[in-house]
């Protein structure tokens, strides 16, 4: 009930975007974006299918004067879009939260502050968390306008998706799971 009473508002915070063949812009091809917020004003996500291997999470925390007292096994930067891209955000799971935490649905939050990094870099931060620079902006209309273009579909954030560790696999783990068998369709629209 709470879902349809969301979708009848015509705001998708908390849903996944997942793009589709007709996506134009290559930053976007195949990603898979997490939608934190959707309003009248715009929209913010975090693509969760990109990884930055030109920057490492421990040398970023050390660079940032934080203190690395656990073991960070293979923790990656995400790409999260290419607005404010020196930005950082923390997505992650509900079991954590501060002042400036903004939860955004069925148990996932984001925090852009740097006491989540601590906790994080001393093995006690969020059981779930990616972090990724930069996010996926749109202004009043813009989303709108390219879920009508055919540009994204919509899927739902599963913890697998959202925070597993084989990222190559999550666009098509994202289009499976939301019913669509992605090599039926045509990158190009066409008329009748």
Not at 37 to 50: C, D, F, K, W, Y
Request: glycine fraction near 10%.
């Amino acid at each position: 009930m709470i879902e349809m009473e969301h979708q009848h508002q015509g705001y998708l915070a908390g849903r996944l975007l997942i793009a589709l063949p007709a996506m134009l812009d290559p930053r976007f091809s195949q990603s898979v974006i997490y939608l934190c917020s959707h309003n009248e004003r715009g929209a913010m996500g975090l693509i969760v299918n990109q990884i930055m291997d030109t920057v490492n999470f421990c040398d970023m925390l050390t660079a940032m004067n934080i203190k690395v007292d656990h073991a960070q096994p293979k923790r990656q930067v995400h790409f999260g879009g290419p607005v404010e891209a020196e930005r950082g955000f923390v997505l992650h799971s509900a079991d954590y939260s501060c002042e400036g935490t903004l939860e955004i649905k069925d148990g996932v939050s984001l925090t852009a502050t740097r006491d989540v990094l601590q906790l994080i870099a001393s093995g006690t931060g969020p059981k779930n968390s990616l972090f990724a620079l930069g996010y996926a902006g749109w202004g009043p209309g813009q989303l709108d306008a390219e879920i009508q273009g055919n540009s994204w579909m919509f899927g739902v954030p599963e913890t697998e998706i959202l925070f597993g560790k084989k990222h190559a696999q999550k666009w098509s783990l994202a289009t499976s799971r939301a019913g669509i068998d992605i090599s039926a369709l045509s990158s190009e629209s066409g008329n009748a």
